[in-house]
Nanobody, 121 residues
């Protein structure tokens, strides 16, 4: 079994900062890409940022220059530092990991349960 557990969401005023964390555990042999996605009310889930196992990063245009994604391969953790937050950033943020399961020996995507981020104006 594989688990992705997010933490760090909450309520913040516009212009403020939050840091999200994601920890992967369970039957994992290796982790490829990891990423953060978000889903606002009545909208589709969208990519926020991704990071490869080698540290290559990719960001949505809407968060470039404000958000920073990072990971610790040894600890199997990933973080998202969010600065200069805007009300439009309000959403449930989900952790995603593409990984090789250590018993089934298959690659697939796994998702965390989500953490709410609310930015007040």
């Amino acid at each position: 079994q594989v688990q992705l557990v997010e933490s760090g969401g909450g309520l913040v005023q516009a212009g403020g900062s939050l840091r999200l964390s994601c920890a992967a555990s369970g039957s994992i042999f290796s982790i490829n890409d990891m990423g953060w996605y978000r889903q606002a009310a009545e909208k589709q889930r969208e990519l926020v940022a991704t990071i490869s196992s080698g540290g290559y990063t990719n960001y949505a245009d809407s968060v470039k220059g404000r958000f920073t994604i990072s990971r610790d391969n040894a600890k199997r953790t990933m973080s998202l530092q969010m600065n200069s937050l805007k009300p439009d950033d309000t959403a449930v943020y989900y952790c995603n990991a593409n990984l090789l399961h250590s018993t089934s020996w298959t690659y697939r995507d796994y998702w965390g349960q989500g953490t709410q981020v609310t930015v007040s104006s």
